[in-house]
């Protein structure tokens, strides 16, 4: 079957860097998204790997490796408003996104 | 005017009611999509459709009906629900045809937050 894996909750300190791993198991593979979500609000598009490595966008950047079925966000310098929930969803052969229940980012001051 | 706008956002309904969510795009995409989110649980995929004609039906019980009547629109049909359906319904969207290449990045509207007595 499908699987992904992402921690519940997580707890950082504002200005720190923070790592939110994902592990994941699909039919077939087509890419990763994550996805930011502030409570109460609408999922927002963060970033997108397809080949192994790390892209970065500013504070945020996303790690894939595909032979080990493994991404990861890293959030550097923190800032309150980081406080969400963060979705990992690989795609799969039919191009179908497997989401993860969500990892709740907590910043504390 | 916002890419993906869902009305209502708050509803609460019995369980003989008969009501209606509504997701419109401002997009021009080809694609929309109806999820569920529960509390905890990872979002899951309802109905899909493309070019307005539905594409995925992930085995959705029938109390819940969707409608696509063009590539702007999409409803909800809620008839006879259960308390158990209490959950926020979020609408999506996205550019390239559902089941294909370039349909990863979804523009998801705020969201219908149903309860049911």
């Known amino acids: 079957g499908q699987n992904i894996d992402q921690p519940t909750e997580m707890t950082a300190t504002e200005g720190a860097i923070v790592q939110i791993n994902c592990t994941y198991q699909?039919?077939?593979?087509?890419?990763l998204f994550w996805y930011q979500q502030h409570a109460g609000e609408a999922p927002t598009f963060l970033s997108y790997?397809?080949l192994d490595g790390l892209e970065e966008k500013g504070r945020f950047s996303s790690f894939l490796s595909r032979s080990k079925g493994y991404s990861y966000l890293l959030l550097k310098e923190l800032q309150m408003k980081d406080s969400a929930s963060y979705l990992c969803?690989?795609?799969?052969?039919?191009?179908?996104?497997?989401w993860g229940a969500g990892t709740k980012l907590i910043i504390k001051p | 005017e916002t890419g993906v706008t869902q009305t209502p956002r708050h509803l609460v309904m019995g369980m003989t009611n008969k009501k209606s969510l509504k997701c419109e795009q401002h997009?021009?995409?080809?694609?929309m999509y109806w999820y569920k989110q529960s509390a905890k649980k990872p979002l899951e995929l309802m109905f899909v459709?493309?070019?307005?004609?539905?594409?995925e039906n992930n085995s959705v019980p029938s109390r819940f009906s969707p409608e696509c009547p063009n590539s702007s629109h999409l409803f909800l049909h809620l008839h006879t629900l259960q308390p158990e359906d209490s959950a926020l319904y979020l609408c999506?969207?996205?550019?390239?045809?559902?089941?294909?290449?370039?349909?990863?990045?979804?523009?998801f509207g705020e969201g219908s937050r149903l309860t049911v007595l």
């Open positions: 999506a969207s996205s550019q390239g045809l559902a089941g294909g290449p370039g349909t990863g990045e979804l523009f």
């Open positions: 997009l021009g995409h080809n694609a």
């Open positions: 459709y493309s070019l307005e004609e539905r594409v």
């Open positions: 699909t039919s077939g593979f087509n890419g």
């Open positions: 790997n397809v």
């Open positions: 969803a690989p795609m799969d052969s039919n191009y179908q996104l497997i």
